[in-house]
């Protein structure tokens, strides 16, 4: 016995409600989830760095720096400041600046942070490097009426900014550049630090 054209209907459109429910599970599923993306070279090549040791600031980890063959004006020795309980601040020259902020047991600072981006309305973005703990981004200050504006307005508003977490002994850390951003060659050199910024080894 023969299939009617309306059961035939009916069944492919149940096959291709169950196909997208399907598709849309998996994708659900791999939300949380981003995979490395990057316009910028951050390789494991530490020549131009040296470790410090965070111990004796109260953070039990350690973080490899520019040191003074990096180019970037840097002093020999980094200004390590800790002027609250949860907040630190390690500077190198007048141009390398990075702040570290203990955020306890709160483990969602990036993804929050490409909310705040995302939902901004001042700047463009553009992410040049993106995981689930670090992300180095482009912005660019956008120009209102700017068909009226002279071609030159606004490329002087362009920015470079790093922002990281890293989980250390159960705390999250987070670490970023200044509010008002930096070169994209020292953005480079910051988001290596922060990829470098580990537990110590305890021997």
Same mark, same amino acid.
Request: hydrophobic fraction near 35%; charged fraction near 25%; aromatic fraction near 10%.
């Given at each position: 016995?023969?299939?009617?054209?309306?059961?035939?209907?009916?069944?492919?459109?149940?096959?291709?409600?169950?196909?997208?429910?399907?598709?849309?599970?998996?994708?659900?599923?791999?939300?949380?989830? +981003?995979?490395?993306?990057?316009?910028?070279?951050?390789?494991?090549?530490?020549?131009?760095?040296?470790?410090?040791?965070?111990?004796?600031?109260?953070?039990?980890?350690?973080?490899?720096?520019?040191?003074? +063959?990096?180019?970037?004006?840097?002093?020999?020795?980094?200004?390590?400041?800790?002027?609250?309980?949860?907040?630190?601040?390690? +500077?190198?020259?007048?141009?390398?600046?990075?702040?570290?902020?203990?955020?306890?047991?709160?483990?969602?600072?990036?993804?929050?942070?490409?909310?705040?981006?995302?939902?901004? +309305?001042?700047?463009?973005?553009?992410?040049?490097?993106?995981?689930?703990?670090?992300?180095?981004?482009?912005?660019?200050?956008?120009?209102?009426?700017?068909?009226?504006?002279?071609?030159?307005?606004?490329?002087?508003?362009?920015?470079?900014?790093?922002?990281?977490?890293?989980?250390?002994?159960?705390?999250?850390?987070?670490?970023?550049?200044?509010?008002?951003?930096?070169?994209?060659?020292?953005?480079?050199?910051?988001?290596?630090?922060?990829?470098?910024?580990?537990?110590?080894?305890?021997?």
């Amino acid at each position: 016995m023969g299939y009617s054209n309306s059961h035939i209907v009916r069944f492919s459109c149940l096959g291709i409600l169950l196909l997208f429910s399907i598709v849309g599970l998996n994708s659900c599923g791999n939300e949380d989830e +981003t995979k490395e993306q990057s316009t910028i070279k951050l390789d494991e090549d530490y020549y131009e760095f040296r470790g410090i040791s965070l111990q004796q600031y109260d953070i039990p980890a350690m973080i490899m720096l520019p040191d003074e +063959t990096a180019n970037i004006g840097a002093s020999t020795r980094p200004e390590i400041d800790h002027p609250d309980s949860f907040l630190w601040s390690i +500077t190198l020259g007048a141009k390398f600046k990075l702040y570290i902020e203990d955020f306890g047991d709160y483990r969602n600072r990036v993804s929050n942070k490409k909310k705040e981006l995302k939902e901004q +309305t001042l700047f463009k973005i553009n992410y040049l490097f993106q995981s689930n703990d670090l992300i180095v981004y482009e912005r660019t200050l956008i120009v209102r009426g700017s068909k009226q504006a002279s071609p030159s307005v606004g490329i002087e508003h362009k920015s470079f900014h790093v922002y990281g977490q890293k989980i250390i002994d159960g705390i999250t850390y987070e670490l970023r550049s200044k509010d008002e951003g930096c070169s994209k060659n020292i953005a480079v050199l910051m988001a290596k630090s922060i990829k470098s910024f580990k537990a110590l080894e305890i021997r």
